[in-house]
């Protein structure tokens, strides 16, 4: 059950997201689609106050779900900020939850990492992402924890756009797709 703190930042979370990242107007997505409106949620998870309640919300959402993680994070750029702000609310709440980055591709120098952060091998892990169109960036970093050893156990993003990410995660992943908030929350339908 959520707490009247937790829902408090809820609610101010998603008048920040209102506020600082919706863009209205044509944009052509990373996905390579086009959409009316972008949501640009850099401007919240990196903002100094918002930051905070990113990792409250998502952390409180990830253990309603009933599930149990030890490392959160996902595809760089757009996840780095995420997992830094799950971490440090699971640290603030008094959990040990790690924060990790996935790149694009295995570095060809020095470790020749794909996975960055505390090892993440034998590790029950939850890929975050800050939005998600189809979920391929997701799904990339799903394909890169699973090759470092990790156990993903969920796909938790801030905003679901509605564009069928959450089944094709939960097809290809086989694991839940979580969200905290759902486009019609932010008047995007």
């Given at each position: ?9 809820r609610a101010r979370l998603l008048e920040l ?85 996935v790149r694009k591709a295995q570095k060809s ?81």
């Open positions: 059950m959520t707490s009247p703190q937790t829902a408090a930042a997201i209102k506020e600082l990242a919706v863009v209205r107007g044509k944009v052509i997505l990373s996905s390579g689609k086009e959409a009316d409106y972008y949501i640009d949620l850099r401007r919240v998870t990196l903002h100094h106050e918002a930051s905070q309640l990113v990792g409250e919300v998502m952390l409180d959402m990830i253990n309603a779900a009933g599930i149990s993680f030890q490392s959160a994070g996902g595809l760089t750029m757009g996840a780095d900020p995420v997992g830094t702000a799950v971490m440090n609310a699971s640290v603030r709440a008094g959990g040990t939850v790690d924060a990790f980055v120098y020095g470790m020749g990492r794909q996975v960055e952060g505390p090892d993440v091998a034998g590790r029950d892990v939850v890929v975050l992402e800050d939005t998600s169109t189809t979920g391929g960036s997701a799904l990339t970093a799903v394909e890169g924890v699973r090759n470092a050893g990790g156990n993903v156990v969920a796909v938790a993003v801030i905003v679901d756009r509605d564009t069928g990410a959450k089944e094709r995660i939960e097809a290809e992943a086989g694991v839940p797709y979580l969200f905290a908030f759902g486009k019609d929350e932010l008047g995007l339908d």
